[in-house]
């Protein structure tokens, strides 16, 4: 009866449609039913294991492809044409447009079909893959496919998880696991998962098969980091055990075990509801904008073949409307043809006229640019100067739809960390309440372990300063996730200095290692957290254990990370690190102004700075702490907000113990890619969620900012002094009063003597630019904001969210000029903005390879986009522009002498050239030269192109593909048609008899034509070659020589299968004849020859920068790149005061010494790294200098 209660009440609620039952789903682990009592069991219906990537089945393939064709608007058209071909009597046979279109189709279905083959052998394999699982305390093998929601499953080490699992126990003790999941995000290192508090001690199968619990979970979603879940263990006579569940609890299928030997867990979402399959979803389709323009000006051929086709329509019942030219007396008309519909026969010979001129719209241009695109994709995956030795990195292409958008990009947002740094993080010091500590030097009088040099230190604190200093290392040990390899643990009451080296430890950040190893170096070493407990070696080598109790996990929108522990004495921390904005407001004791006069400082230098603060809590706070925290962990509806709430409530009132500093070295070669894309005409934004000034020097250092750059400031802190509206109009006066209006040519100029700009805006006031103005209110700041960013050199986004990482680069796409984006990071908090951009670049970084795999594109270093986009990108740009152009110009003089000839035979739609020419012109006579052209062509040298970055404003804004450019090119198509058609038209009038008395007809006028077509199409593309290779000589002279083999034996033959021999014999008459052969060679020579003056005369009057390179090419053989890495700087020598004879310490043998001197609020900092032993000290310069190269520059 209880049951039956339940049941309904679960019915009443899923038909009132409750929110909890809408958006949760239970699982019963091993299917079994929960004990009187408890709620009802009531089986729910899940998808199977089977994975389908796969698109197409046996019997669906054919339909369902050929419906996907025609959605193209060209396959389609074609397919019209074809059809009416076929229905009426057309002038040309339907072959001339179904072999082509079926070409086409044809490998376009194999392609698809092959590689939907792969994918259905790679799901067989996946789908019967042998899994264990628990049946009545015992294992039991079956395939994956046949797994269900609520089995137990049990992996051994080194395999794959075969779906979704919650971890319920492991062979080891602690109930931890390590997991590679490498091939769902790329983050090759291990991670640490954690098994049910409750469940992790049942470690047979046995044991596993005895437990009772159910889990209440999420619906399945794509985020592989988000999870929200809460299992119940039921006991015998006892209420439930409710523990929360979260991502930490949740193992992927596709990730692997290591160094594990087995688990057990319960399958929670299986098939394609497993969190890899629902990131299956391709990405929204980028366009480029040469496909943009490629299809504007099939709009435009297509109106053109629509005028011809009327204009001969019409013309051909006016050339009728005298009676001896409608029925003359050899073609008299039938009865029927004498009644038919006037409007039905003129729609008739429209169409017949439409399918006449229809090869001006060229289908197989698109097949010759998807090969184009495929193949040429691969120049930058083979290109070994972008292969990075140091992690065995190459350029990765994920799409190469875009591959001449590269070489259009106007703006450039690049991430800072690990993007334009190493994200190699190396601990320089703390500040402990204004007491500086550096690693490796004396500290409070005493020589510390492993120190190679003396540095100076502030004076050693009092009694209760080194407790504070203690508590300080003690925190920075205990907050943190950081984990410790097995095979360097080392038990033991003791631990010797010698032994605590040997820790390597394993974190998702740079920054926490950093830290460690750090305060390792400064006496107290991290050992290991086990069975909650962490374990620290302080300096008398004593190990410290206190018990982890609670893990305040960190987030972006926090910007920190708390832990509570509890030490042997009994006393209960809480212990928080995190940004100086998100620290300082809750404290209420400590030095905080000498605190924040070292944090602003370090990061004035360029350095990572962090806060550590504390709160000692009495064990009747921990428990209302502990209370409020475990309501918020066990919801399932608005988790992560109810535990953003609790951790406010939580941490506050704290006391501020110091602050860190962590070097971030800059990348190999930053300054001179910026500085290379800055000559290019390309602006370069920086977006980065650190503090102002370590993000401003930053800049400085890669030279994004320069000496003579105005720094302008949009933050929070004027807005607050005054309104934006006053802010924003004031900036506005700025630019516009000094500079006018910057243009793309002024701003990337990199005169030392031009005063340009560059704004930093931070977040805050990016969301009040962003807001929705309110009605009533005057002005629009985003078109303020807008105008004051066209008018800076650059700009840096300061503490920037994901999220309006992607509103800026939304919104500069979608400003009026609508310029080219590129979007560059290595971290997944970069993913929004990369699929925003235009085009996306992953960065193969320590942040894992979240952004790589989002991305177009991925590169090892920064430093590799200056050839992607100076010579990759130009290269491509300049070969599709002028496949397309050229394409469209080699169909104009194609069909236009078509349209000329329906003058001359009273409009009756009879086709110029032979079905055979019709068919074969697009497909085999003029497709290979172009392809090969636009694969290998390379107008001027890939050296020549990273030395001279400006040529790359002479593709800007698609310059190649403008309509002046297109007119030009069909005008000139129209122009070589009247040469084709009416040169040969009088040389024929004249010459119709041969030698032998035969007399030319109008096939051989057509093949005459079209020979002289075929040939000056080819040699109009030799002369536009720059780059010859022996590919480029084969297919532009093979192709001209199978053009006359091909004709020779088409007219040279009786052809059995053909109903008609109407060439026979015609191509060899034509070129028996003397007057043909001049009249050929005279035709292509006046055709080439306006081209040819064009150009001549363009390089000398009017020649481009590309131009004026390619008439000189040995100017600059000897030229020094201006271009100096930050690297090849000389290293001064630098001694310590204090200890003359010591030898400096470097603090990373592996990279070159380097000063770095930056400008900031005018003042110059002198910022000395410790490999040369010194603290990074203020140095206020009178000097007036200025360092000539492409170090960091001091005002003069």
């Known amino acids: 009866m209880e049951k039956n209660i339940c049941f309904w009440r679960w019915i009443l609620r899923l038909c009132a449609g409750e929110e909890n039952w809408v958006d949760s789903r239970t699982i019963y682990v091993g299917h079994k039913e929960p004990p009187p009592g408890a709620e009802a069991y009531i089986p729910q219906k899940y998808p199977d294991n089977r994975i389908v990537s796969s698109k197409y089945t046996f019997w669906n393939f054919i339909p369902k492809n050929l419906f996907e064709q025609f959605r193209r608007i060209a396959n389609f058209y074609f397919l019209i044409i074809f059809l009416v071909q076929l229905i009426i009597d057309t002038p040309t046979s339907p072959v001339t447009s179904g072999l082509p279109l079926f070409f086409v189709i044809a490998v376009t279905a ?10 259905h052998k790679a799901d067989n394999a996946m789908n019967q893959y042998p899994v264990q699982f628990i049946q009545h305390g015992k294992l039991v093998r079956k395939q994956s496919r046949n797994l269900r929601v609520g089995d137990i499953v049990m992996v051994n080490d080194g395999e794959t998880f075969p779906c979704d699992l919650i971890f319920l126990s492991s062979s080891r003790e602690d109930g931890t696991c390590y997991v590679t999941t490498a091939s769902l995000d790329g983050e090759s290192s291990h991670k640490t998962y954690y098994a049910v508090q409750d469940t992790k001690g049942f470690q047979t199968e046995e044991d596993i098969d005895s437990l009772h619990a159910t889990v209440e979970c999420e619906q399945p979603q794509p985020d592989l980091y988000k999870f929200v879940g809460r299992i119940h263990v039921y006991q015998e006579r006892n209420d439930p055990i409710v523990r929360s569940l979260g991502s930490e609890n949740l193992l992927l299928r596709g990730a692997s075990l290591k160094n594990t030997e087995k688990i057990f867990g319960v399958a929670i979402y299986t098939g394609m509801e497993t969190k890899m399959a629902l990131n299956y979803q391709s990405k929204s389709q980028k366009r480029s904008v040469v496909e943009k323009s490629m299809n504007v000006f099939l709009v435009v051929y297509l109106c053109i073949l629509i005028s011809k086709a009327l204009i001969n329509t019409v013309l051909k019942y006016v050339w009728q409307s005298e009676p001896f030219r409608d029925e003359p007396w050899f073609n008299q008309k039938t009865e029927a043809e004498r009644q038919r519909n006037l409007f039905l026969k003129a729609f008739t010979d429209f169409l017949a006229f439409m399918v006449l001129f229809n090869y001006i719209i060229p289908v197989s241009m698109y097949v010759t640019v998807e090969m184009q695109k495929f193949l040429g994709s691969y120049f930058i995956t083979w290109d070994e100067d972008m292969f990075d030795e140091e992690t065995g990195e190459g350029p990765v292409v994920n799409t190469s739809d875009l591959n001449e958008e590269l070489g259009q990009v106007e703006y450039i947002f690049t991430d800072k960390t690990g993007t334009l740094t190493e994200n190699n993080m190396e601990f320089i010091e703390c500040c402990i309440e204004g007491n500086v500590y550096v690693p490796h030097v004396i500290c409070n009088g005493q020589i510390l372990p492993d120190s190679g040099g003396i540095d100076m230190i502030d004076s050693s604190p009092g009694v209760s300063g080194k407790e504070r200093e203690e508590l300080f290392f003690r925190a920075l040990c205990l907050c943190h996730t950081v984990q410790v390899k097995d095979d360097v643990l080392v038990d033991g009451a003791k631990k010797s200095p010698d032994s605590s080296r040997s820790c390597i430890y394993i974190s998702s950040s740079p920054d926490e290692v950093a830290l460690v190893e750090g305060i390792q170096r400064l006496g107290f070493t991290y050992l290991r957290l086990k069975d909650s407990y962490m374990e620290l070696l302080n300096r008398d080598n004593d190990i410290e254990r206190y018990e982890l109790l609670e893990t305040l996990t960190f987030d972006s929108v926090r910007r920190r990370m708390s832990v509570i522990v509890k030490s042997a004495s009994g006393d209960i921390y809480l212990f928080c690190k995190g940004a100086d904005s998100s620290i300082f407001p809750r404290v209420t004791e400590g030095k905080v ?15 990572r700075t962090l806060c550590v603060a504390y709160k000692k809590l009495t064990q009747e706070e921990y428990n209302e702490v502990c209370e409020l925290l475990h309501e918020a962990k066990v919801a399932l509806q608005e988790r992560e907000k109810k535990l953003a709430e609790a951790y406010e409530l939580v941490e506050t009132d704290l006391t501020l113990l110091g602050a860190t500093a962590v070097e971030d070295r800059l990348q190999d070669k930053a300054a001179d890619t910026i500085e290379a894309l800055q000559k290019a005409g390309i602006k370069v934004w920086v977006l980065t969620g650190d503090k102002m000034e370590t993000a401003a020097a930053t800049c400085y250092a890669c030279k994004l900012f320069r000496r003579n750059t105005q720094l302008l400031e949009l933050t929070t802190k004027k807005i607050e002094e005054q309104s934006l509206h006053d802010v924003l109009f004031e900036l506005s006066k700025t630019v516009l009063r000094c500079s006018g209006s910057m243009t793309r040519d002024s701003f990337s100029g990199l005169s030392t003597d031009m005063q340009d700009f560059g704004l930093i805006i931070d977040g805050a006031a990016l969301s009040l630019i962003m807001k929705p103005r309110q009605p009533g209110s005057s002005g629009n700041y985003r078109e303020l904001f ?10 840096l986004c300061c503490r920037m969210a994901p999220l309006q990482k992607a509103q800026i680069v939304k919104l500069i796409k979608l400003s009026k000029e609508h310029p ?29 390879r979240q952004a790589a795999r989002n991305s177009d594109y991925a590169i090892p270093k920064f430093k590799h986009l200056k050839k992607m986009i100076l010579v990759h990108g130009h290269f491509y740009y300049i070969r599709i522009s002028e496949l397309v152009q050229y394409f469209f110009y080699k169909n104009v003089c194609f069909i236009f002498p078509q349209f000329l000839y329906q003058f001359f035979c009273g409009f009756s739609q009879q086709p110029l050239y032979d079905t055979a020419y019709l068919t074969l012109y697009n497909i085999s006579f003029t497709s290979l030269p172009i392809l090969m052209y636009s694969l290998m062509e390379q107008h001027v040298s890939s050296d020549m192109l990273k030395r001279d970055p400006s040529l790359y404003r002479d593709i800007a804004k698609n310059a190649l593909l403008r309509w002046r450019v297109f007119i030009y090119w069909t005008f000139l198509g129209v122009f070589d048609a009247l040469v084709f058609f009416f040169g040969a038209y009088l040389m024929l009038e004249n010459t119709a008899m041969t030698i032998n008395g035969h007399v030319f007809g109008n096939w051989t006028f057509g093949t005459m034509v079209f020979t002289v077509l075929v040939f000056t199409v080819t040699l109009k593309l030799a002369l536009d070659t720059h780059y010859w290779t022996w590919i480029n000589h084969f297919v532009i ?7 006359i083999v091909f004709s020779l034996l088409w007219g040279g033959i009786i052809w059995p299968f053909l109903n008609y021999q109407r060439m026979y014999f015609v191509f060899i008459q034509m070129l028996s004849s003397g007057p043909a052969w001049l009249g050929i060679v005279l035709l292509i020579i006046v055709s080439l020859l306006p081209d040819i003056l064009k150009k001549v005369l363009c390089r000398q009057l009017w020649p481009t920068a590309t131009e004026r390179t390619q008439n000189s090419p040995r100017q600059c053989q000897d030229h020094i790149s201006e271009f100096i890495p930050l690297t090849s700087l000389p290293s001064p020598s630098y001694r310590s005061n204090e200890l003359t004879s010591s030898p400096p310490a470097s603090r990373s043998h ?13 003042h110059d900092y002198s910022v000395l790294p410790l490999g040369f032993n010194f603290s990074n000290n203020y140095c206020k310069s009178s000097a007036r200098h200025c360092y000539h190269g492409s170090g960091l520059e001091t005002p003069e």
């Open 1150 to 1162: 592996s990279h070159s010494k380097k000063v770095m001197l930056t400008y900031w609020k005018s």
């Open 786 to 795: 807008l105008e004051i960013c066209r008018n800076c050199s650059a700009v």
């Open 110 to 119: 194999v392609k698809q079909g092959y590689e939907d083959w792969l994918r």
């Open 820 to 848: 080219i984006t590129l979007a560059i990071g290595d971290g997944a908090n970069d993913v929004s903005m990369i699929l925003e951009a235009h085009v996306g670049i992953g960065v193969v970084g320590k942040e894992g």
């Open 1037 to 1043: 002279w093979g192709s001209l020589i199978f053009y």
């Open 593 to 607: 102004d000498q605190i924040r006069s070292r944090v602003e400082r370090n990061a004035v230098e360029g350095l």
